[in-house]
């Protein structure tokens, strides 16, 4: 399906502000980029580097007073996302390198601490697919969507024991959980069309049988129309804007829809 | 300076045909890729992937019959280059590892069969800036710009020999002869601003003084408004569109303006 | 410096168990690794991967039993290490893009934590190499190096409140407190020339004014006669054996001398 | 098996000359390096990088006069290798993105020029190993085996014509010829046990059917025991000494041997 997004964030700086912007998507194997526009009011030109994840990040100086970023994207993406069935887990020794940076626990994800209590959550629920949809059960049914309940600071156990919490939250406690029983997991943020209310959203995926799976604890029935803007271990490493400054976000609007002729 | 740039191409393939396209540019230190639209028709979901020299690569199968292929750019770019002045050569051991790989002779740069001929083009020119200003100074008295005297295999020295060529040819003696003299040297494709006629061109960058510095000797004096496609060792590693079968070029348009606003 | 270093390790195995030694450094600029001697008992051979800090990472499989590790290394090195003086902090929009993911928090560096308490240990310290000494001398203040007191699972917050721990728990103190100022830094393990006991170290590096400098809070007047092993965020990073199953280590032996002629 | 291998090559230096050397072999799927030892008389230490084809390069000064440069290894490698048998092409839109680089022409290797050549060479064989084999064949036919005939610049079709070239004038060959049928073909340098007389050597290899096959046209029925040090699209890219400067190596002495354990 292709789908045209975007998203115009209103930031204000006290003072110039050094910022990253985590926004820009890639073509990959599950997406291609068709179209692309950047607005900056005031304009700058940023520079962009690629991180170690791969992702492509937007450096600039927002100006002394408000800044508008407008991003608009036409993406081609998949309607339907592959469920993983009754994938296998992959022994340890055949998981590719760079899946392994994914089973270390992590700012939000940690994991180590999470050996017993996910022993208890999977019960004997079959190795891979199954444990995968146990946890993703388990969220559902243990965490309530409530915003004002974390902050940026929440992890995995917390959003566990408090019971609540938003998509991030959702993502970080399956992440966590999945590495415990030693299944590769990593964040993923982006787009997804269909989501009410419309923001930026996270998810997560995880390594069953030769590839990454898609998983979604904030719906029932995972759906596609997703395009992928960020991955990381967490959301340390993807937040769309990092400052290293006193910037505040004035306003941010987010759309997906179809391309009319799409 | 803001710049709308882009191609259209024709492709007819005799039957299913593997393409690469190497036509995406990359925002870099020197341009910021503001927007951009790609259109294959018929549709086709290309592959990306990034070269060895850090080109975007897509690739896809032209079916049997004719594709067209356009691509709609907007991109921030310097309206001035700097030019080397009187920059002199970097020492050896002093080049960035990066850089290395751009002394070594190419499939159309055999800069080993020119370190004699070399000495007789730059004379007793001042060691870096001086040299490549003698050298490009050479190729505009020596080489007739001609459509038609050279073809895909031509090289450096055949150039050189003949006497004409294009700007790819142009760029090729120009890199085969700073590499002679122990100056990295390396093959730019892109969009020029201004170019009669107007078409996709071909210039090369020489290592001096700590950077990169643009150089055309099809142009006494080089100007601005470029934007960089691909990067490479020669023309070998740079075409826009390579394939693996029989696939022909019908039409090819090129178009580079002044962003209304710009 | 030349030095001859090395470590034996026993592990056992109760199942054939996937492990992964970070345990090969490589040369850089700070260090030439002259020579290296491997040998495992029972025989196997690993196959080796580069992770995404550039850590030589080695896969092999533990069958059942007991495996002997033994590593021989001689490495020229520096005897005294760069101290910052009164390096000033490098301005955000000017850090290199690979020295950014070190101003992340991370499973034991929760500097998202840290930026009241920090505010307090540096105080007036001037911006820079100022503060990360007032740092180190903090720590030294008010850690206690005591065997036992911390677990795999200890974070920085948690040794801060506790008062005790060993060369990680230091480190990863260090490392909090200097994200906490957005001064990038990262975790380092390796071998020490003259550490007492004698043992595999860590200890932190900071980015001031356009280079890595050595931090270790576990001794007044840092020494060179380092041997960099593993680079990463934290602990979770550069685990110099991580195992995927029932793996314990029988003992371990560690060495570092002078070469005889060095 | 397991060899124990080494050179100690003696350069002279009319002025202090940089130099990188390609001599260090690293460790993957075919090798294990168990133990490497690097002497420089008089002592220098190097800088290493990594290049765009991941071979390690030592770079240094050669101060004015002689220099001893000498390594020793230790690898665990094949004792026989694989053979390709009948393994047919990848189709072009099949091989993974890092084989396409070895399709290009290059500096040694015109394989541009050799479209019509080739179907001559191959005739009928069959697409994939059976055009290999036909190649190889070919060029032990009409390629003598005889030092002299051949210099740093002598590229494929030379040798063609002439008829006569070592080593790595054999790989160029079947290098050339493999890429104009559109078969992914690299040029690698190392060493190989039984050798004689005893020097480095090179040979290539060709990606069939998802994986690379060692291929070695100097011998009718390829060895194992093969130690690759390095690895590029020609010799262009594997010199194992390039310098920038007046150097000449004075002699040099090469050993490969089994392992007395081993």
Redesign the interface.
């Known amino acids: 399906m292709r789908l045209q997004a975007g998203c115009e964030i209103v930031v204000e700086a006290e003072a110039d502000c ?1 910022v ?1 912007a985590m926004l820009r998507p ?4 599950a997406q ?8 900056f009011t005031p304009q700058v ?5 690629i ?3 791969g992702n492509v ?3 600039f ?1 927002v100006p002394r007073g408000r800044m508008t970023i407008r991003a608009e994207l ?1 993406v ?1 993406t998949d309607a339907d996302i592959a469920t993983p069935g009754t994938a296998p887990a992959t ?3 055949l998981l590719p ?2 899946t ?2 994914y ?5 939000y994800c ?1 994991s ?2 999470l050996f017993d209590d996910v022993l208890d959550i999977v019960g004997d629920a079959s190795p891979g697919a199954g444990q995968v949809e146990a946890i993703c059960g388990w969220i559902r049914r243990h965490v309530v969507y409530r915003y004002g309940e974390s902050n ?2 929440t992890d995995a156990i917390e959003t566990m024991r408090h019971g609540a919490g938003v998509c991030r939250d959702y993502a970080h406690v399956g992440i966590a959980l999945c590495r415990a029983l ?1 299944l590769p997991a990593r964040m993923v943020v982006g787009y997804l069309y269909g989501l009410e209310p419309m923001d930026l959203h996270a998810w997560f995926e995880v390594w069953l049988d030769g590839r990454w799976y898609t998983c979604d604890a904030t719906q029932a029935d995972p759906r596609g129309g997703r395009i992928v803007v960020a991955i990381g271990r967490d959301a ?2 993807v937040a769309f804007l990092t400052n ?2 006193g910037l505040s976000t004035v306003d941010m609007q987010v759309w997906v829809g179809l391309t009319p002729a799409g």
Chains 1, 2, 3, 4 share one sequence.
């Open positions: 050094a990253v890639r073509s990959n194997a291609w980029l068709v179209s692309e526009t950047w607005r030109r940023p520079s962009e580097y991180d170690g994840f990040c937007q450096r100086i036409e081609e022994a340890p020794a390198p760079d392994l940076q089973l270390l626990p992590s700012r940690p180590d601490r940026a600071s030693r340390a490493d290293h400054g």
